[in-house]
């Protein structure tokens, strides 16, 4: 399973919503989706994952995660 971290990122960075969005120019309701979809069920676009990563200042291996399923 890849699970998506954006959520323990925005904290460490103190990101909300708002203002990942206003720097992302990612819809509000695209970020909420994410963060609170941990397991990566609708997928995410390279460019999405590209502007996140510029904005969090971080590289995709921090914003997805591999967990092996048992």
Known sequence: MIRLRLNDL??????????????????????????NSPELQYGIQFGTLDRLCTALECGAGDILEYVPEE
């Not at 460490?12 to 989706?33: N, P």
């Open 10 to 35: 925005m904290w460490e960075r103190r990101f909300t919503i708002t203002e990942l969005h206003r720097v992302t120019g990612i819809s509000r309701q695209r970020l909420g989706a994410l963060r």
